[in-house]
């Protein structure tokens, strides 16, 4: 532990931005099945955070933001953490139901946890392929609240082994209607070790 | 002209009036004003886990209840103002998400920090006159040490003045 843990090296930067751009690609492309439209992704950043700018990253501490976090254990432990601007959730709802619904209703909160879910799932079939993991994801669980509450949770855990968090964090631009979306993976030192273990990578220093 | 103070996350810093100080964003931390009525100084500590003890990590003192609010007081105690004058209020120590079943202690790490900040003010004799904590929403807070007033708001909810 220390100081080492905050530098992040060029070959495991590359390696855990190659594998959320394969894990968000196949996300994006499940998403973009159900909602029948085209999809643009924007190329994952690798990065370790401050806990303050991490809330920068989705619009400032007290944006409104919803979030959908699912608790991936097995192998590695990790959080998926799904997030969405007020206006893309109305957008996203929209699309997938029809213009009338409201995003925050019964309805449209099912329909966002709904392809949250599908999102993570094929985050981490992706996750699992790729490193030969077994790796399990729960019942992810939806909040509307301030992106600073929302990120509070992954930056809790990452506290507990360290003062800064490693984020992957791919962005979405689905059809004509401008949805950005975020997949965060964050997960603790230790688990990114056994995953760039796997992918024959010494480790995030090495 | 009077500013409003910022703290981050693990964060501190200190207030007089008629300056304010705020934090943006408390989900399940908790942030901890204490002030004194009559000098108007204040200060906010916004911290992250229970126990600094149970954690090897734990060089920044400003993460953890225990330490963060010894902190805060030291810095306080500084400028002049005596432990026994402080008074306390606290927000935050929300469950942002919920889950059926969990190995983790991710849905109860609200409940504790919000055991461990009361325990620690006890110890060191300080009154908690407000509180808002608990339940599963985030809040921002803002304290004026001249009213010694906390206004807590949050999303889709009115806001509240403890």
């Known amino acids: 532990m220390g100081d080492g843990k905050e530098k992040i090296s060029d070959n495991a930067r590359n390696a855990l931005s190659e594998l959320g751009n394969i894990g968000a690609g196949n996300a994006a492309t499940s998403l973009s099945v159900l909602l029948s439209t085209k999809l643009v992704m924007s190329p994952p950043h690798v990065d370790i955070y401050d806990f303050n700018a991490l809330e920068n990253i989705v619009g400032g501490p007290d944006a409104t933001v919803v979030g959908v976090l699912s608790l991936v254990s097995g192998d590695m432990d990790a959080m998926l953490l799904f997030i969405l601007g007020v206006e893309d959730a109305k957008n996203l709802v929209g699309q997938l139901m029809d213009e009338n619904t409201d995003w925050s209703s019964e309805m449209g909160m099912s329909a966002i946890?709904?392809?949250?879910?599908?999102l993570i799932g094929s985050y981490v079939a992706s996750l699992e392929?790729?490193?030969?993991?077994?790796?399990?994801?729960g019942q992810p669980s939806l909040c509307v609240d301030m992106a600073g509450s929302i990120l509070s949770v992954p930056c809790i855990e990452f506290a507990k082994i360290s003062d800064k968090a490693l984020l992957i964090n791919s962005q979405f631009i689905v059809g004509d209607k401008e949805i950005n979306g975020f997949i965060m993976m964050v997960?603790?030192?230790h688990s990114y070790d056994v995953l760039l273990n796997k992918l024959g990578i010494g480790g995030i220093n090495g | 002209m009077a500013k409003s103070i910022v703290?981050?996350?693990a964060d501190m810093n200190v207030c007089k009036a008629p300056?304010?100080?705020?934090?943006?964003?408390?989900?399940?931390?908790?942030?901890?004003?204490?002030?004194?009525r009559i000098s108007k100084i204040s200060g906010?500590?916004?911290?992250?886990?229970p126990d600094s003890t149970?954690?090897?990590?734990?060089?920044n003192k400003l993460k953890f209840a225990d330490t963060g609010i010894e902190e805060l007081v030291k810095k306080l105690n500084s400028m002049g103002v005596g432990t026994a004058f402080l008074c306390a209020k606290i927000a935050g120590g929300a469950k942002m998400f919920s889950f059926a079943s969990s190995t983790s202690d991710l849905g109860s790490i609200g409940d504790k920090n919000i055991v461990a900040v009361k325990r620690k003010l006890m110890s060191l004799g300080i009154r908690i006159e407000a509180e808002d904590v608990g339940l599963n929403y985030g809040r921002t807070i803002v304290f004026d040490p001249e009213t010694?007033?906390?206004t807590v708001t949050n999303v889709g909810r009115d806001k509240k003045i403890i």
């Open chain 1, 113 to 118: 946890s709904e392809i949250a879910n599908i």
């Open chain 1, 129 to 137: 392929t790729l490193s030969g993991l077994k790796i399990r994801y």
């Open chain 1, 187 to 189: 997960s603790e030192m």
């Open chain 2, 7 to 9: 703290v981050g996350i």
């Open chain 2, 19 to 36: 300056d304010t100080i705020t934090t943006i964003g408390l989900g399940s931390c908790i942030g901890i004003v204490l002030y004194d």
């Open chain 2, 44 to 49: 906010l500590v916004h911290i992250m886990l």
């Open chain 2, 54 to 59: 149970k954690i090897k990590q734990n060089q």
């Open chain 2, 148 to 150: 010694c007033q906390l």
